[in-house]
Structures are given as structure tokens and as C-alpha cells.
């Protein structure tokens, strides 16, 4: 079956950038009407959605981190990612990586299991 | 905007309850969905489309609703129920997370 799977440092210092990825196993990234998304769970906060990317690379990110933000996409080898410059600690996270679909219903049918990234000197 | 309500609930195995999730702007019912999050675990979709249920999801649960107001409603909560629930709205082609309901089974 299709799964996903976050990838990248557990740990970034402030200033820096963040960097994940999210391998797609089971099915290739460019089937079907899918949306590749980034969300994040902050501390004792709610879900946040930081973005989406397309197979062809079209994307949108949330307006209060698009200024941060990128996200491409490697088809050849099934994989997006994500990079978010200038982190601090409000940035400490568990990032899941997710896919939605654009038809008549839109929602994540598919998580990754996450991946904790702490934001520290 | 997004916002649920109750913030919090305690519940005794068998009880019932109605979880409210209200939006700033009018979507589409098709743009609607709830989750359900475990402690260490990512969300699982319960509801899409305001009142489809997700495959496996059990007939205990449901959703209803459109325009502004949203409702997932469990007929009797089991302990395995326990955790966070999030709507989710999409329009204008950006994602909203309500703040969650954190419901407990006593």
C-alpha cells in the first residue's frame, strides 16, 4: 500500500534552515489528482498546514510562513520536500508530511508517521 | 478561521456527545473533514466531505453539516476514543485546522 515517510534532522539550530523530505513508497507521487502536503504539530498547540506542492510543482503555502517557506518536488525519485529558513524555537515541531486530493473531496487520506525537529543551540 | 467547541470533554464509555466546528467563511461541504489524533500517533481521518465516513471508521461516529457549521457526533464513546479531534476546512485553496477538542474517557 502507499505509505510516506519524513526524513531529515532531529535537531537545527537557530538562524538556520530546516530541511525535510518525505519519500512516497507503494505508488508513484504523479498518479492521480494529489495534493503533497506539510503539517505541523507544535507543542501544546493544534495541527498547522504549512504548505502543499503538486507533482508538477505548483504549490501554496500558509500565508504566515510564506515568506520562510519552500517546497519542491523530485519525481524521479518520489520525494518532496521542505525547507524553512530563519527557524527559532517557535519552529519545534513534529513535522508529518501528508497527501490530500483535489476532487470533489478534499482532505489527508495518508499520513507519514512524523518527524520530531527541535529548534536549539 | 476555524473554531471547535468544546476545547475539552470527559466522558464515561457509552455516553454520547456532539462536537461543534464553525467557520469564519462558507466552504464546501466537500472541503470538510474530521480527525481523530492519539498521543505519539499521526491524525486519522474519521469524516470527509462533512458526513462520509473513512473506510474502517465504525457507524458510531458521524458528521453532518455545511456553509459555516460543522458537527461530528460519537453515539457511545469507547476508551479507545480518547484523544484529539480536529476539523479541517479548505477554501481558497489553503488548509484550516480547528483548535482541537481534547476528549477524555473517564
Known amino acids: 500500500q502507499v505509505q510516506l515517510q519524513e526524513s531529515g534532522p532531529g535537531l537545527v539550530k537557530p538562524s538556520q534552515t530546516l530541511s525535510l523530505s518525505c519519500t512516497v513508497s507503494?505508488?508513484?507521487?504523479?498518479?492521480?489528482?494529489?495534493?503533497w502536503n506539510w503539517i505541523r504539530h507544535r507543542p501544546g498547540k493544534g495541527l498547522e498546514w504549512l504548505g502543499y506542492?503538486?507533482?508538477?510543482?505548483?504549490?501554496r503555502y500558509n500565508p504566515s510562513l510564506r515568506s520562510r517557506l519552500f517546497m519542491s518536488v523530485d519525481t524521479s525519485d518520489n520525494e518532496f520536500s521542505l525547507k524553512l529558513t530563519s527557524v527559532t524555537a517557535a519552529d519545534t515541531a513534529l513535522y508529518y508530511c501528508?497527501?490530500?486530493?483535489?476532487?470533489?473531496?478534499?482532505?489527508?487520506?495518508?499520513w507519514g508517521p512524523g518527524t520530531q525537529v527541535t529548534v536549539s543551540s | 478561521v476555524v473554531t471547535q467547541s468544546p476545547d475539552t470533554l470527559s466522558l464515561s464509555p457509552g455516553e454520547g456527545t456532539t462536537l461543534s466546528c464553525t467557520a469564519s467563511?462558507?466552504?464546501?461541504?466537500?472541503?470538510s473533514a474530521w480527525y481523530h489524533q492519539k498521543p505519539g500517533q499521526a491524525p486519522r481521518v474519521l469524516i470527509y466531505?462533512?458526513?462520509t465516513r473513512a473506510a474502517g471508521i465504525p457507524d458510531r461516529f458521524s458528521g453532518e453539516g455545511s456553509q459555516t457549521d460543522f458537527t461530528l457526533t460519537i453515539s457511545r464513546v469507547e476508551p479507545e476514543d480518547s484523544g484529539v479531534y480536529y476539523c479541517?476546512?479548505?477554501?481558497?485553496?489553503?488548509?484550516?485546522f480547528g483548535q482541537g477538542t481534547k476528549l477524555e474517557i473517564k
Open positions: 501528508a497527501r490530500s486530493d483535489y476532487t470533489n473531496y478534499v482532505y489527508f487520506d495518508l
Open positions: 479541517q476546512q479548505f477554501g481558497l485553496s489553503s488548509f484550516t
Open positions: 506542492i503538486s507533482s508538477d510543482g505548483r504549490t
Open positions: 466531505g462533512a458526513s
Open positions: 507503494g505508488a508513484s507521487l504523479s498518479s492521480g489528482p494529489h495534493y
Open positions: 467563511e462558507p466552504v464546501s461541504s466537500g472541503y
